[in-house]
């Protein structure tokens, strides 16, 4: 039972462009979300959090949005580039247990 | 800072062959995870480690899998005997117990069983 998913295994952008990465969730637990970026023979590097008390976050080019209600989080990359084309993993996580649920990760490509 | 230091970066093996992993955690991190990442998925946990002690590997397949972290820094991975089916990416990340904060991930070692 996968608890955290990412339904798009890809994704393909104009350099410049804004990327938009999603991922749900089914625990109503998780009150910690995290992005990570991943790149081939790699292993995956912390990108952005966002706590459950917030809605957004941001950190230069990259925002995380919360929707509880939705049980949905989104990752916007404004602008895309080359650079940034790696795969990404949504995770979640609880303040009460130090137990990280990932998604099975969505593969960004940045065209220049 | 160093990172997480993983030791080997590949390795090949038969089946049937043991196989052993090294992880050397982030200086002061007292939380130390194994995860194993199958080809286009996501890294699942398969033990967690609050200093030497264990305190989930609901996940790890104890019949061939083993794992120990002596005097809470480094720890290993042990496979014995190893299956075709455990080829993958072994990934060792730790966190700091201030938490629950970000994981931080070593590079993996890669396991192919042929």
């Known amino acids: 039972d996968q608890q955290v998913k990412q339904n798009s295994p890809s994704l393909s952008v104009q350099e410049g462009r804004i990327s938009i990465l999603n991922c749900d969730y089914t625990n109503s637990m998780f009150d910690y979300f995290l992005w990570y970026k991943k790149y081939p023979a790699e292993g995956p590097t912390f990108l952005i959090s966002?706590?459950?008390?917030?809605d957004k976050n941001e950190d230069g080019r990259f925002t995380v949005f919360l929707n509880k209600s939705a049980k949905h989080l989104s990752l916007h990359i404004v602008p895309s580039q080359p650079g940034d084309s790696a795969v990404y993993f949504c995770?979640?996580?609880?303040?009460?247990?130090?137990?990280?649920?990932f998604g099975s990760g969505t593969k960004l490509n940045v065209k220049p | 800072e160093a990172g997480v230091v993983q030791s080997p970066r590949y390795k090949i093996i038969e089946k049937k062959q043991p196989v052993a992993f090294w992880c050397n955690p982030i200086s002061g991190h007292n939380t130390l995870y194994w995860y194993l990442q199958n080809l286009g998925q996501g890294p699942e946990l398969l033990i967690r480690?609050?200093?030497?002690?264990?305190?989930?590997d609901s996940q790890l397949p104890k019949d061939r899998f083993s794992a120990e972290r002596l005097k809470g820094v480094d720890s290993t991975l042990k496979i014995q005997p190893a299956e075709l089916g455990d080829s993958a990416v072994y990934l060792c990340a730790s966190s700091s117990s201030a938490g629950p904060g970000e994981l931080f991930f070593g590079e993996g070692s890669r396991l192919t069983v042929l």
């Open positions: 966002i706590s459950s008390i917030k």
């Open positions: 480690y609050e200093n030497e002690e264990a305190v989930d």
């Open positions: 995770a979640a996580t609880s303040y009460n247990f130090n137990k990280f649920y």
